[in-house]
DNA sequence: CAGCTATGTCATAGT
DNA sequence: GTACTATGACATAGC
């Protein structure tokens, strides 16, 4: 229903209040802008220019007692009420805010399915109020619409519409798209009444939608407009079958105590329900959905990085920086390079490495005995991945604290206390060169080191472990800080993730808001053409008893509330049979 | 002393 | 097959 409605507005060019830039998906506010939108609230409503075009006028024919509509002819027309949809017309363009350059570019009948259709607490709801703009959406249905609007969007850019213009001033006047607007010949309904003048009057931007002027309209003069006249073959079943305007804008049940009339004495038509409460409410409970995720989801992932392996999210905590990220590999990879460069021959390793670690078993109370030996700790240096610009000056600062040296005295306790346990266990075994060389010479240059002295197989074993170890220990230097590295993207890429959110959030608020306005223009502009319809004694009709229905080829009925609703009913079935 | 961090080491898979 | 790298898992020192 809610559809079909929109869509008569659309095809009729009707600005609703909502510039195209607000669907356009890939139009972004700053997010400050946005947020200093949201605090505003209520924006640019009344600066809306009227434009003066020429409209069509369209009649309708209700049958009023089996409320059937057609586009029969009726001779004499006496029971044909003249309805101007040029009222309708002026009273949104006098409510559209961005005049003829605003386009619509995408169907609004898509448009509108995100629209949920919401029923009322019957008391709650004004009889003339439609249920288009009824009410409070349902939290739930919030994500719908949103899914709704994107596809939307993504209609939008593949469908470049045809001006909204176009469609409203040049369609003939027979055209059925534009004249299907007809009463029922048995409809008491008077023909005369014309809403031109009255909206005329009423189309100033700050227009009364009841405003003593338009109720005063004179009732039975002569229209101005083409009396109802009926609408061409396609009338009976395409505008009566397709939408039931009444379903759409009157709630199922009437509120029975309200007005009978559409008079004066309608209450605001837009009550509460339209009021930036709502809009609040949404933006509220969309802001707590993106502070829930902040808060909890954060800290959740916070969390789950902070117990992973020991390992802490925050950088600051981290033994090595980001900047430092690229280090690790150039480290490795200049210490390679350059150890590299100075290859010069080449020995095929004799035997396997053998991983036993029986070398490693020498106990260090053997070694503890060794004083003296003095590493050249300036000439190679292993790899830092702290700080790679200090990995040719770095001594073995490792094991500091690390006390293997058991019962040394004092004095070689110190310079003893920044050896390795490999250190140790190479000095032990009288290794004739430094640990560095043999963890970080070339396998070439390693071997060829390794053939120039005569060593015997513990030794050698010894060396090869020694070896094997510092390079793996670089290796886990690298990897650890790899780690890091990646866990601090991922955080990055967490917080980026977050950021986007909140904007696709705030985004959603200014959809969800453009549509609650064009919501209302579309409430405002029924109750304004229900409100200004008299019947044949001049008096206006209930709005317990009539409705105005749209059908989808744009022509609009007045039919029995009681059709309507049945109508109603119809189509609130259809959808939920589409699911299934 | 428990818990945490940093680091070394081993085993293993992959290059 | 060897040499090397990457990485998970474990051990240990130190705070």
Redesign the pocket.
């Known amino acids: 229903q809610d559809i079909d409605l929109i869509d008569i507005l659309w095809r009729q060019d009707i600005d609703l209040g909502a510039g195209r830039e607000i669907f356009d998906y890939s139009h972004r506010q700053k997010e400050q802008d946005v947020d200093k939108e949201l605090q505003d609230g209520v924006e640019q409503e009344d600066t809306w220019p009227g434009e003066g075009e020429e409209v069509l006028a369209r009649n309708l024919l209700v049958d009023g007692e089996t409320g059937e509509s057609f586009p029969a002819q009726v001779p004499g027309g006496e029971n044909q009420t003249a309805l101007s949809l040029e009222l309708c017309l002026r009273l949104l363009e006098a409510t559209c805010p961005f005049g003829e350059n605003a386009e619509f570019p995408a169907d609004i009948s898509s448009l509108t399915e995100a629209v949920p259709s919401e029923s009322e607490p019957p008391g709650l709801q004004n009889n003339l109020l439609s249920p288009l703009l009824t009410g409070t959406e349902s939290p739930f249905d919030l994500e719908q619409q949103w899914q709704d609007l994107m596809s939307i969007m993504e209609m939008q850019a593949m469908e470049v519409n045809t001006s909204t213009n176009e469609i409203l001033y040049n369609n003939p006047p027979g055209d059925p798209l534009s004249t299907n607007y007809s009463l029922a010949p048995n409809t008491p309904i008077n023909q005369n009444v014309s809403l031109h003048q009255a909206s005329l009057g009423g189309c100033s931007q700050d227009f009364s939608l009841f405003s003593p002027e338009v109720e005063s309209l004179p009732v039975a003069s002569s229209s101005t407009l083409p009396p109802l006249v009926p609408s061409n073959s396609t009338s009976l079943n395409s505008t009566f079958g397709s939408t039931n305007l009444s379903g759409l804008f009157f709630p199922p049940q009437l509120n029975g105590t309200a007005n009978d009339t559409a008079g004066p004495e309608l209450p605001d038509p837009l009550g509460g329900l339209l009021d930036e409460a709502m809009l609040d409410e949404i933006s509220l409970m969309d802001l707590a959905i993106e502070e829930g995720f902040n808060s909890v989801q954060a800290s959740q992932l916070k969390e789950e990085f902070?117990s992973d392996?020991?390992?802490?999210l925050d950088s600051s905590?981290?033994?090595s920086s980001l900047s430092s990220s690229e280090g690790s590999?150039s480290s490795?990879s200049s210490s390679?390079s350059s150890a590299s460069s100075s290859a010069s021959s080449s020995f095929?390793?004799?035997?396997?490495?053998g991983?036993s670690?029986d070398s490693?078993t020498l106990d260090l109370e053997e070694v503890e005995g060794a004083v003296g030996y003095q590493p050249e700790y300036s000439k190679f240096c292993r790899m830092s991945?702290?700080d790679p610009s200090q990995l040719s000056c770095l001594p073995y600062l490792?094991?500091?604290?690390?006390?293997h040296t058991y019962n040394m005295a004092p004095s070689a306790l110190d310079s003893d206390k920044q050896m390795?346990?490999?250190e140790h266990r190479a000095r032990a075994m009288k290794i004739p060169f430094t640990n560095d060389k043999i963890i970080n010479l070339?396998?070439e240059e390693?071997?060829e080191l390794l053939s120039k002295y005569q060593l015997s197989e513990a030794q050698l074993s010894l060396i090869r472990?020694i070896?094997?170890?510092?390079?793996?220990?670089?290796?886990?230097?690298?990897?650890?800080k790899?780690?890091l590295d990646t866990i601090l993207n991922l955080k990055r890429d967490v917080e980026d993730l977050q950021r986007d959110k909140a904007r696709l959030l705030r985004e959603k608020v200014e959809f969800l808001r453009s549509l609650r306005q064009m919501k209302q223009k579309v409430q405002s502009l029924y109750q304004e053409v229900f409100g200004r319809l008299r019947d044949e004694n001049g008096q206006p009709y209930s709005p317990s008893q009539y409705a105005l229905q749209y059908a989808g080829d744009g022509s609009v009925l007045l039919i029995p509330r009681t059709l309507a609703d049945q109508q109603a009913r119809r189509q609130e079935r259809k959808p939920k049979d589409r699911r299934k």
Do not use: I, T, W
Not at 309 to 312: A, E, I, K, R, Y
Not at 348 to 353: N, P
């Open positions: 902070d392996s020991g390992l802490s905590h981290s033994p590999s490795s390679s095929s390793e004799e035997g396997a490495v991983y670690s490693e991945y702290q490792e094991h500091v604290g690390h006390n390795s346990r490999d070339p396998v390693f071997n472990d070896r094997r170890r510092g390079k793996n220990k670089m290796a886990a230097q690298n990897c650890r790899r780690k």
